[in-house]
């Protein structure tokens, strides 16, 4: 836990975490979805590095957007966690049971 006081409340923590959440949540299903099943015949005629685009997309790109929305979440959430005061110290040394 954090020595300072929080920045934020309870209630302001969850909603925020909550929007940040659904819009990393939009940005999966248009990734996961619209654009790798949906328009990938229509994105096909969109060529990039000589691979069509509807193809890339469903096999290499939105790999690339869902690590990144992990990377994201992991980062924003450890902000915000920060800012309520309810981050974790990082030593997982102390946790009792740790075997050193």
Same mark, same amino acid.
């Not at 209630?11 to 099943?37: A, K, N, P």
């Not at 939105?62 to 992991?74: E, P």
């Given at each position: 836990? #954090?020595?300072?006081?929080?920045? !934020?409340?309870?209630?302001?923590?969850?909603?925020?975490?909550?929007?940040?959440?659904?819009?990393?949540?939009? *940005?999966?299903?248009?990734?996961?979805?619209? @654009?790798?099943?949906? @328009? #990938?015949?229509?994105?096909?005629?969109?060529?990039?590095?000589? !691979?069509?685009?509807?193809?890339?997309?469903?096999?290499?790109?939105?790999?690339?957007?869902? *690590?990144? @929305?992990? @990377?994201?979440?992991?980062?924003?959430?450890?902000?915000l966690d920060k800012q309520a005061g309810v981050e974790e110290d990082g030593d997982s040394a102390s946790t009792p049971g740790a075997s050193h």
């Amino acid at each position: 836990m #954090a020595d300072s006081a929080p920045e !934020i409340d309870r209630e302001t923590y969850w909603r925020t975490l909550m929007q940040r959440t659904l819009i990393l949540l939009v *940005v999966w299903f248009i990734t996961g979805f619209v @654009l790798s099943i949906f @328009l #990938a015949e229509t994105l096909n005629s969109i060529n990039f590095g000589g !691979i069509p685009f509807g193809f890339w997309m469903a096999q290499q790109g939105s790999i690339f957007v869902f *690590v990144s @929305l992990v @990377l994201i979440y992991a980062i924003a959430t450890g902000q915000l966690d920060k800012q309520a005061g309810v981050e974790e110290d990082g030593d997982s040394a102390s946790t009792p049971g740790a075997s050193h």
